[in-house]
């Protein structure tokens, strides 16, 4: 089994910054991709950021230049930092991830999600 904390969330102004964490814990062999995805009120689940074990990032349209994603070396754990952030990004932020056990293929596990609201 395959848990994942997140951590960072709170409430902020418009133009403050964040950083969110998300470690993986259990049995697993490698992980990727890792990323955030966020779901607004009232709105579907959206990518906000990936990435993967060779450090190639994804992000959403919305924050590039605002948002930037990182991993450790130990690969358990993915960072997003928030700058400039806007009243819009307010969302729960969910971390997922793609962990592997040896001779099987990727499975998918999702966090339990952070509330980020950013007041205007």
């Known amino acids: 089994q395959v848990q994942l904390a997140e951590s960072g969330g709170g409430l902020v102004q418009a133009g403050g910054s964040l950083r969110l964490s998300c470690v993986a814990s259990?049995?697993?062999?490698?992980?990727?991709?890792m990323g955030w995805y966020r779901q607004a009120p009232g709105k579907q689940r959206e990518l906000v950021a990936t990435?993967?074990?060779?450090?190639?990032?994804q992000y959403a349209d919305s924050v590039k230049g605002r948002f930037a994603i990182s991993r450790n070396n130990a690969g358990n754990t993915v960072y997003l930092q928030m700058n400039s952030l806007k009243p819009e990004d307010t969302a729960v932020y969910y971390c997922?991830?793609?962990?592997?056990?040896?001779?099987?293929?990727?499975?998918?596990?999702w966090g339990q999600g952070t509330l980020v609201t950013v007041s205007s």
């Open positions: 990435v993967t074990s060779g450090e190639s990032t």
């Open positions: 259990g049995s697993f062999v490698s992980i990727n991709p």
């Open positions: 997922n991830a793609h962990p592997r056990r040896w001779y099987s293929a990727p499975f998918e596990v």
